[in-house]
């Protein structure tokens, strides 16, 4: 099987917002909607405090709460794990969007909006022959354009791939896993022990 | 839908490779140039600024007509009432301005040039003005020195001095080796580009510590292994403290004693009036047998003007020696009660630094042998510049050459020059200079060489040795000097004039400078302003024709790319890259070129135009491909010429690919060696010494500088002089902040807080700030909807998140939301960016204000080298 | 212009007041003597305005059908089922009301229905926790309960009131120990000492009837700012928190 993942590598991220950017250019998100955004965090008091940027959005989740709770089923998850919104069905009713544990999701004209993970570019490569997360035609744009090597993208499932040497080298967590969402952004924060 | 490779170079840390996507001729999506992925040293990435450069394309509020104000008063309040008019139209306005000063004299009766321009930060607009440069040069003497921020915004000790030690225009670690870094405020994650932020991530991965030294907590502290925040302007007291450790309380051997005895003047014997000790006949500097201690010798000393001061058997101390006991009084506990860093903890970074350090470790590049010292030293605007910067600057270079970190892999590295030519080349830079050293063209301080009629409005030639008198020297001298020396021209210049006409591109000094109001009311009083236009702006309100100028991805141009550049931009391959256009400019926006051509063309100075162009103002000379110097060429037919000279170049002749190849591939290289990062083996080789640690030649240099100055009158610069010490002493730094403030009527507990600023990765350089969509973005970075204030010290004051402040000094103030965080200390505050706008689309309804309003222009406030530093003495309080 | 929302507004939230008021009145009229229709009408009307306001909120009108497709796991298909199923089965029980215990039931699975909306909202602390169940029914019933004493004033209804009164204040107490709720604190404290005004209304209206009037409305006011405040104002996610901090090159 295949189930397409993120992993961000705190370490590295700067809080730049390039992968804000880029999102909102390759999608065309309106002012105010970002499907990618990185968050700007502080922990601790004065003087010992810590900062670090977290890049968020929707973690296309194993057990996406928003599908779940969607009545017109117009959020669905994909063979590959890419959870998707079908405009032509969703009635805008924005549960999904109080559902979603993350704030991944805004009602944009109507209709529940979020990241895809650039379904289409993964689509388009796949049928080109090309690897989604290798190749940056068949990559999502957020990945392409990070300037840390922050951000990656690949097949969790696939113990060869890319993301899964970085998981398996490196030690990380993923975003209220209390919540059993099973999200599939993964954030490395140090190496293996 | 087709692709279309171009560049950004949006701000000084470019270069960087972008494509993009034209879908039915419309530019639709900016995206990296992943073909540049194996040289560009970022990736091929392109930062947050590009991908606004689509939008800026299609900006509503373009300027896209030339216009002409029809209000002749001016004033920010005065409605320009700009009216569209055509091309020829504007031209000829330009035109008749430009003939009648050719006419009337190019000088006027002050001596300063009748045309200025200025131009934005970092030499960036260059790589975006087309051939404009070559009109200039056409054109004769032009006053660049208005400054829109270049000396108080930029690194400015560190280019003068990082120039004059190690050829370090912008000094950078050797990121790709360094181990261990201190980095003094150098906010690299935001102003380092994407070179800069790809090289720290990969030298974080493979586990370089870098230990941020700040008052704030900056992105870059964030991504810091350590934050240590120190007291706001006495970082020379945490570095002079590192010096001690490493001098006082560890072993000699800990230091490279090898390269300080050979390769510095550390072994020169310095006399009882503070000269080097010379051979009698020869005149050279005396060396003693070992690194320290005192000898007695034949001698001769020689002061200023070279007036001999001693002469005969001369007793002589190394001048290592002299730095041993300069530093003694230095300790961390000292320096405690100073910068409020724990002496414990400076203990702890001295060691580890000098643990780090690897003396007597060598490492191979490219089969040359080369010593491996992996600790460095960076510094942050506002240590760079203003009263401390000389010793912060100092102490850094002393803190690599004690190590031999100085121009070595893992080291220190000056990346690029801007004041010695050949500026494309800084190895063939290093000419021999008196006394072992390198040469370095100071502006000449001699009775009989001294200029004592400035060639323009901020007399750097006269004011500042150190800013040499290159292209780049104008913007390099104390260029806030042109804007206050208009209200009133201190003793000994002559009185500063208003240029006739002043143009003005990719620019905003109304905004972008200090004491802005005032600025503004100065500028209503130019007679005559061009200004290339994206959008009306603060600067631009107070123009008389606005010209709108075909965009980042609207026009042409070829740039060179690679070799070392500012900051981290150092490559392994070096070439070229084109800028095309990837739509049709929109209204009648118009390339720089075609502009510049038009203007030297009504000027009827198409002859030395086009002669300037062969001769390389375009970046590369033409040589084979010259042009013409009678005819009026197009756009793509002078860069086509561009390209096949740059083809011929990289190919030593081999090829000649004009545009069309150029257009189709966007960028050539070959590759650079990185041996040439290195200036070490070249001084080496050449037999040369860095100038360090002990700065004779500065000392003669200012003595001869204040003869000169008091043989006219002029004493208003003797605070200056004092700054030419061979061994910078400690002074109460944030003290000058403070006087300054009881000079305004103030006290300092009245105005208990220090107003800082700290670039903006998504804004600085950028002139992006109209951009919604960068607006959108920046905001997810604390500080950029308000002033950030210490969470307890807020709570303190009766101040919540969200709430209005008043930030006050007993001249000005400025309203802004109060941003609660902890990475901050309680006695700082900070304004992110530069905003404060007025007029600026978008911008102007930031509610966001800035410090430029509150820092005053000062010649108390202005150090040696001509610059000040971005802090200012503040009240807060709880807006009513 | 693009629209754009992220939140439930008011339009939301009033689905929960009307449509828990409204079942909460068809369920109270099953326990009114004498049996009575209008209650069990006003009951359909409110849920009727409930169910009109959320269709106002939704983005895509024309498509309200969609809100059927998925049984499965959503809960607001199912309460979409249930209305459904609810209108003409209510409506037969206002014309004979020998439907009424039916009408009843269905009205609880709507209410339940509802809480579950609520609860399966992973994302909202203020939410997800299993104690909104009780406290959504109990506000429901005491509404429902508190329309019914307007309706028909008759003692039993009182006591009825009083009855589920004292299960909505122990609701939000269980609630209240499991979430804490800066949005929630001030119509907590009304919902609680609303109940206990209104019990103490209730024992006075068997001397002064009209104070049952009172204890009604004191009952419905509390629950429906309590309602409010839940669906637009406690309606925020947990937000970040990173459990690990990156290390930053070295430890």
Redesign the interface.
Known sequence: MTRWAIVADLRRCVGCQTCTAACKQANGTPPGVQWRRVLDLETGEYPEVKRAFVPVGCMHCDEPPCMHVCPSTATRKRADGIVTIDYDLCIGCGYCMVACPYDARAKVDGVATKCTFCVDRIDAGLAKGLQPGVDPEATPACVNSCIASALHFGDADDPESNISGLLAENQSFRMHEELETGPNIHYLWDKAP | MNRVATYCYQCVAGPDLLTVKVCDGVAAEVEPNFAAAAVHPGGGKICVKAYGLVQKMAHPDRVLHPMKRTNPKKGRHEDPAFVPISWDEALELIADKLNAIRKTGLIDDSGYPRVAASFGGGGTPQSYMGSLPAFLAAWGPIDMGFGSGQGVKCYHSEHLYGEFWHRGFTVSPDTPLTKYLISCGANVEASGGVAGVWRHAEARSRGMKRVQVEPHLSVTGACSAEWLPIKPKTDAAFLYALIHVMLHENARERLDVEFLTRHTSSPYLVGPHGFYLRDPSTKEPLLAPSLEGTYRKAAVETGADGEVLAEGELEGETAFSKLVVHMKAYSPEWAQQICDVNAATIRRVATEYLDAACVGQTIEIEGMSLPYRPVAVSLGKTVTNGWGGYECCWARTLLATLVGALEVPGGILGTTVRLNRPMSERHMSVKPGPDGFMHYPFNPTGRETWSARPNIRNAYRSMVPLAADTAWSQALGPTHFSWMFLDGTPEGLPKVTLPEVWFIYRTNPAISFWDTEKLGERMARFPFMVAFAFTRDETNHFADVLLPDALDLESLQLIRIGGTKFIEQFWDHEGFALRQPAGTPRGEARDMTDVATALAERTGLLGPYNAAINKGALGVPLKDFSLETSRVYKCEEIWDAACKAASAELSEGADAHGLEWWKERGFATRPFPRTSWYLFPTLAAQGLRFEMPYQERLARVGAELEKRLHDKGMRWWDKQLAEYQALPVWKDFPGEWESALVAMGGKSEDFPFWLLTSRSMQYAWGANVGMQMIKEVADNIAGHRGVIINASRAQELGVKEGDWVDIATPKASVRARAVLRQGIRPDTLLLLGQFGHWATPVAKDFGMPSMNKLAQMSVALTDATGSGADIVRVSVRKAA | M???????DAR?ALNFILGGSGSGLIIAAAFVQPPNPWPVAAGLALIAAGLLA?WL?????L??L?????PF?????RE?FAALLLFPVGLGAFLTLKFLPVAAVLALAFLWCQAR?LR?????PA?RAPQVVPLVIAAGLAEGAGFAVLLVQTQLAAALLAIVLIGRMLAWSAYRAEVTSEALERAGKALQLGALGALLLVAASFYVAQAALLAAALAVGTGWWLKFSLVTRA?S??G????????????
């Open positions: 693009t629209s754009l929302q992220r939140y439930w939301a959320v909120e939704t983005g895509r009108k498509r309200a969609h809100v059927l497709f998925n796991t959503s809960w607001m298909t979409a909306i399966a909202a992973h994302g909202i939410w309606a996610t947990q970040f928190s990173l459990p690990r901090q990156p290390v930053r090159g070295t430890r």
